[in-house]
């Protein structure tokens, strides 16, 4: 059974106070400052009257990925379009260390917040800038979802089999990469201002933490001038190495990257003959053989169920795990004694309690927090900019609609 945890709006953490001006959207940014939100940082969500973009990919009516991404956040909601909304950005970014932003490049500067301006306003402050392609460059210009970089950087390439198309990831790789990459460049300049006072401007892309990740296969390719095959999930380095099916149609992965365990894997399946044949003796003759050795496998791991296929290996010490679907893994064992996957209460969702995954990274002395469910659009105007603006003036920015409450705007 999964964990229960409530929110508790007392908790701190290694990052409290903080503050972080978010005015990204969708994946990238949102995941980047999840990292920051989960140990502790302030940060306030500044969205436009219709919302963060990820608010419209519901699932059955409700914000799934807004939910889930955008816990232990706050919520202003501006009118950027007008000079009395960015003064407010800029006020804000007076008393932030962090601000990040995700539109196309040039956009920023249209608004009248370029780089310049915001250090001009704040001397230490950290600009996190994402885009598709980067601030530079001659596809500065382009827009860049991750689909798009997912095909240029060479991963679709390489992914799936040999006798059909390249695949796409069915999940937001990129973006993923993006975000986890940018908050440890995002940590590594804050660390640099909070030395010498001086803030900077991180240019993250999508494409080159996901680009970067595919080492070394320039490298390779610049010695064999040979392309990478499309494997499915064999592995062009090890061999065997490839997803199996059981007899009562599970499948499991299997993985035998040294020679240590190609030795257990033929011992176990009962056949320790051909450790010694010619075909299989080392990781480089399997690989020139390797139709050979995977039926031997697959024909080994066909016999078995899943149950005895993973108390076999397992007891043997070879490297398999199953094949999960999330139907499975909201249920296993280890998922759920590991608290990677949590529940905390919300109304909206069957049940009363919404799945969504653990804090990460995990830290000794500063686990992460469970501080507020993520905000509702505007709900934080009151709390946030009352005190920075004064009530007179937030009355006349709300008449005048530039500060808008999700249920009237």
Known sequence: MLTRREFDAAATGALDGLRVVDLSRLVAGNMLTKMLSDQGAEVIKVEPPAGDSLRAWKVG????????????????????RQPDAIAVVKRLTETAAIFVESFRPGVLEEMGLSPATLHALNPRLVIVRVSGWGQTGPFAHKPGFGTLVEGYSGFAAINGYADRPPVLPPMFMADAYA????????????????????????????????FSVLEPQMANYRITRKLKPRTGSRSTNTAPRNAYQTKDGGWVGLSSSTQAIFV??????????????????????????????DAVVRDAVAQLTMEEALAQFDRDGVTIGPIMDVAGL?????????????????????????????????????????????????????????????????ARLRAARIVLDGETK
């Open 179 to 210: 975000g986890l990459m940018g908050s440890a460049s995002t940590l590594i300049a804050l660390r640099h201002a909070e030395r010498t006072g001086q803030g900077q401007v991180v240019d993250l892309s999508l494409f080159e933490p996901i």
């Open 61 to 80: 009516g409700v914000e799934t990925s807004w939910k889930t991404w955008c816990r232990n956040k706050r919520s202003i909601c501006l009118d950027l």
């Open 330 to 394: 909201e249920q296993d064992h280890y998922v759920a004694g590991r608290e990677a996957l949590i529940e905390v209460p919300d109304a909206e969702i069957p049940g009363g309690w919404l799945p969504m995954h653990g804090e990460v990274p995990r830290l000794s002395a500063t686990p992460g927090i469970l501080r507020n469910p993520a905000p509702s659009l505007g709900q934080d105007n009151d709390a946030l900019l009352a005190p920075l603006l004064g009530a007179e003036e937030l």
């Open 264 to 293: 257990k894997l033929m011992k176990s399946i009962g056949r320790p003959e051909l450790v010694e044949d010619p075909r299989f003796r080392t990781n480089s003759d399997r690989i020139r053989h390797i139709e050979e050795i």
